[in-house]
């Protein structure tokens, strides 16, 4: 026989929530890697790499519910997109965004697992020591360009617990 199953679906959430202007506190969710192709827009054709972090809100904030949820997309195929991944990841690990911290940040990982498999969207170490992190993210509604549609426009992140010995 088999299971029977009644599931809710009133109880989960299906979309992706657009950000008004501000700063919020997000949570961080488990990573997955990612490959594909820029499908239109000026970059239409390029391979891009990368790891995808579902964040959502912890509390409400802003007029926006608790739980409220989007992604963020770390993109690793040209130096250009690591910087900015790696802003997101100094942030989310607790390293202030200043020349102390990202020193302190690359002594801490260099060597590390940076790993990542698009096949089964694993992610190595460091990648998933982000996971129930929590950050402050500025985000403003924008256009996704691809589309022409309203999307998130994340900006600064910064962390909301530092490590010590980089701000002193």
């Known amino acids: 026989m088999s299971p029977q199953y009644e599931p809710d679906l ?11 202007k501000g700063e919020y506190e997000f949570v961080i969710g488990e990573p997955k890697s990612f490959q594909g192709i820029t499908k239109s827009g000026a970059n239409a054709g390029q391979e891009n790499i990368g790891v995808r972090y579902p964040i959502s809100l912890p509390e409400a904030q802003n007029g926006h519910k608790k739980g409220a949820r989007s992604l963020i997309s770390c993109f690793i195929h040209n130096d ?34 940076w790993s990542i498999d698009t096949s089964t969207g694993a992610c190595g170490a460091v ?30 992140y910064r962390p909301l617990v530092t490590q010590q010995a980089a701000t002193a």
């Open 10 to 20: 009133s109880k989960i959430a299906a979309t992706f929530e657009l950000f008004s």
């Open 127 to 156: 990648w998933r020591e982000a996971t129930g992190q929590h950050i402050m993210i500025t985000a403003d509604i924008g256009t996704n360009p691809s589309t022409g549609e309203p999307s998130n426009q994340f900006g600064k």
């Open 80 to 113: 250009q997109s690591m910087g900015f991944s790696k802003q997101f990841l100094m942030a989310a690990l607790g390293f202030p965004m200043n020349s102390r911290g990202e020193a302190q940040f690359d002594e801490k990982y260099r060597g590390a697992d």
